[in-house]
């Protein structure tokens, strides 16, 4: 009788599982639809608040009234709103997102083109940073428990606030001047081998990892103190055991949230940076096409910048919720 009071228990306890798991995923999709239409629909008025004629400004002074006309007539500008927008959302899921006004191409190909160099900027600066701020972030919390080495704390606090509070684009002029003009080590700018990731990379990675780096001291310290860290050194564990499979992990939660909104930081940080760097991505493609006033490449780009924002801090909800389930529960 115990057994199978046991084993309802168990089954009782694993459906209230699972039904946490839906409702959780369940609002996660539901905020991620909402989200896209907003995002959606912000990018579709911002051509339409722009004041004056987005045409004349992108055909210039000289260009004839029938020319301006006709470019209008077929980006479909003389239609009602809600037909534009119904057709701008259907467009939107199908992959067609409009055509430039300066190069008369799909927006959804240069898109495409420029797209791949932003994300690899990106992941890669990201996996940087991360490489960087684990163990300098363990490694400082370690030396700096219980009040060890005050001028370390002091030094690391003060630099990684410093690090963290230069812009990007900062950052990437002085890297600039110092290993491409002064000492000549590196190329000053395009995409040209993998010299020329080296500055763009650094440029966008060392105020996050500054940033996380000191998180993670923060958590890491906090951690230290925890019993369940006293009972294992008390089993007189190997401490880089315990640091890797019992600090390391309880103290990587909040730090992974930071990092999901850093990693969403670093997909728009690439705008300025890919300016400085001239690179060919789509930083410098939104830049270039603002300067031009072809609204429908800075719609689309818009467009694709927000969907990246939103898919990255999804990705790390779910990430949070696979690594502490009780996340879940607290929501409900």
């Not at 992108?58 to 709103?81: C, K």
């Not at 060392?206 to 310290?221: D, N, Q, S, Y």
């Not at 779910?318 to 009780?326: E, G, Y």
């Amino acid at each position: 009788m115990t057994t199978v009071t046991t084993r309802l228990a168990e089954e009782d306890a694993r459906g209230l599982s699972d039904h946490r798991w839906l409702r959780f995923a369940a609002r996660r999709l539901g905020r991620l639809v909402v989200s896209l239409w907003i995002l959606i629909t912000a990018s579709f008025l911002m051509i339409h608040l722009v004041p004056g004629d987005p045409i004349r400004a992108a055909l210039g002074p000289t260009a004839s009234a029938a020319v301006v006309q006709a470019r209008r007539e077929s980006l479909g500008l003389d239609d009602p709103i809600w037909q534009q927008y119904l057709h701008y959302l259907g467009g939107v899921f199908t992959g067609d997102l409009g055509v430039s006004i300066g190069s008369q191409l799909p927006v959804a190909d240069t898109i495409a083109q420029r797209l791949p160099a932003t994300l690899l900027l990106a992941v890669l600066a990201f996996a940087v940073a991360v490489l960087i701020a684990l163990p300098l972030g363990m490694a400082v919390a370690i030396a700096t428990q219980r009040g060890r080495a005050r001028g370390l704390e002091v030094g690391f606090s003060s630099s990684s606030v410093l690090l963290g509070s230069i812009p990007d684009f900062l950052l990437g002029v002085a890297l600039v001047a110092i290993f491409s003009v002064q000492l000549g080590w590196l190329p000053v700018a395009g995409r040209e081998g993998p010299l020329s990731y080296v500055l763009p990379v650094l440029a966008l990675a060392i105020g996050p990892a500054a940033i996380l780096a000191r998180i993670l001291r923060i958590e890491v310290l906090t951690v230290l103190d925890a019993d369940f860290v006293r009972t294992a050194q008390a089993k007189r564990l190997r401490a880089s055991r315990i640091d890797l499979r019992h600090v390391l992990p309880n103290a990587v939660t909040a730090t992974l949230t930071l990092g999901g909104l850093l990693l969403s930081g670093l997909v728009a940080g690439t705008v300025l940076v890919e300016t400085v760097f001239a690179w060919p991505g789509l930083g410098s493609t939104i830049v270039s096409s603002i300067q031009a006033k072809d609204y429908p490449l800075v719609q689309g780009t818009v467009l694709v910048y927000g969907v990246g924002v939103l898919l990255v801090n999804t990705l790390v909800d779910a990430a949070l919720a696979v690594l502490d389930p009780q996340s879940t529960a607290a929501e409900g």
